[in-house]
């Protein structure tokens, strides 16, 4: 039983230390916890304001049922905002390198 919990614990150690080298997404967030970003319920025309033109404004999803509300998204360099009939619902950083764990930017 011994050689059995000594291997597990040796392969679970050999596992964290193999993902040490992972930058987690929530990780840079936090430390970038000065990056601004649009808040929840700002409008279209208060974030083109406060943040520029966006680089790109992708084609709206959604919205072909009375059901589902059309989802508008533009993205800037380090983030991408989510809008719901014209309101802010999300906004969210960018994949920083390839190593890093999280959201990839959005298919275009």
């Not at 011994?2 to 936090?30: E, K, N, W, Y």
Request: proline share 9%; aromatic share 8%; hydrophobic share 40%.
């Amino acid at each position: 039983m011994r050689p059995f919990l000594a291997l597990t614990a040796a392969a679970l150690l050999a596992a964290a230390g193999g993902t040490s080298a992972d930058t987690l997404l929530i990780d840079r967030v936090q430390q970038e916890a000065g990056m601004a970003m649009p808040a929840r319920g700002l409008s279209m025309s208060e974030v083109e304001a406060r943040f520029g033109a966006p680089s790109e404004r992708l084609d709206p999803r959604g919205g072909q049922k009375r059901q589902w509300p059309t989802i508008h998204r533009w993205v800037y360099p380090a983030f991408t905002v989510y809008f719901e009939n014209s309101r802010v619902i999300d906004a969210v950083a960018h994949q920083a390198s390839p190593g890093e764990t999280g959201p990839k930017p959005p298919i275009r």
